[in-house]
């Protein structure tokens, strides 16, 4: 399974940014999908997670209300739109997935395939 992440870029505080994570190799549509995230000094957490057919999703405290994340099974992609964009957002993001698809768990351990990344920098 590759995961291609693409999006990233530089916004102003207060703005928006739509990633998105295409998948090849492998149809993910029974996978968990999955954005997490990594801080400079900081461990790599989650973001958001969207069941196999996004019937659940989770997100962490921190983006709640403000990030969205949804998925597309018949072009085997996943997008997160952020909005309300703060300097406390500035990270690389990561794309992941997980076998089986009705789980949600937080920890990037338990996510078996990662894109490489795309960096998310906010401006103050």
């Known amino acids: 399974v590759q995961l291609v992440e693409s999006g990233g870029g530089l916004v102003t505080s207060g703005g928006s940014l739509t990633l998105s994570c295409r998948a090849s190799g492998r149809t993910l549509s029974s996978y968990t999908m999955s954005w997490f995230r990594q801080a400079p000094g900081k461990e790599r957490e989650l973001v958001a997670a969207i069941s196999w057919n996004g019937g659940k999703t989770v997100y962490a405290d921190s983006v709640k209300g403000r990030f969205t994340i949804s998925r597309d099974n018949a072009e085997n992609a996943v997008f997160l739109q952020m909005s309300s964009l703060n300097p406390e957002d500035t990270a690389v993001y990561y794309c992941?997935?997980?076998?089986?698809?009705?789980?949600?768990?937080?920890?990037?351990?338990?996510?078996?395939?990662w894109g490489q990344g795309t960096q998310v920098t906010v401006s103050s």
């Open positions: 992941a997935t997980r076998f089986p698809g009705h789980e949600l768990p937080f920890k990037s351990d338990d996510y078996h395939y």
